[in-house]
């Protein structure tokens, strides 16, 4: 769901194809890191067809590095949720006029 800049009207990739822009970029998060969120920002390119999304975080920096925990991939609801997802994507990614 949309949280932030819902009436905006900027997209983050152009396709050359359709001559077409659309939001295909998304940034997702929990509620908990949303409401530490200053600023998110689209920025423009000239050389790529995807701008890039700035983040400004307000939060304190930590000095340790984010890894992800092993014992969510033995779960089982987190394999089917995954298998879901990546069928769909797969699916969906297929198609030839696809850019």
Known sequence: RRERN?????????SNRHTSWSRIDMVWMSS???CTIQDIEIGTSIWADHNPITIVWKGQRKRS???LNN????????KLQMEK???FFFK???KEDTS
Request: net charge negative.
């Open 32 to 34: 908990d890191l949303l």
């Open 92 to 94: 969906e990614n297929k």
């Open 65 to 67: 590095r984010w890894t």
């Open 6 to 14: 819902i009436n905006e009207k900027q997209y983050t990739f152009y």
């Open 85 to 87: 997802e990546l069928t």
């Open 71 to 78: 014992r969510i991939l033995k779960e089982e609801s987190f």
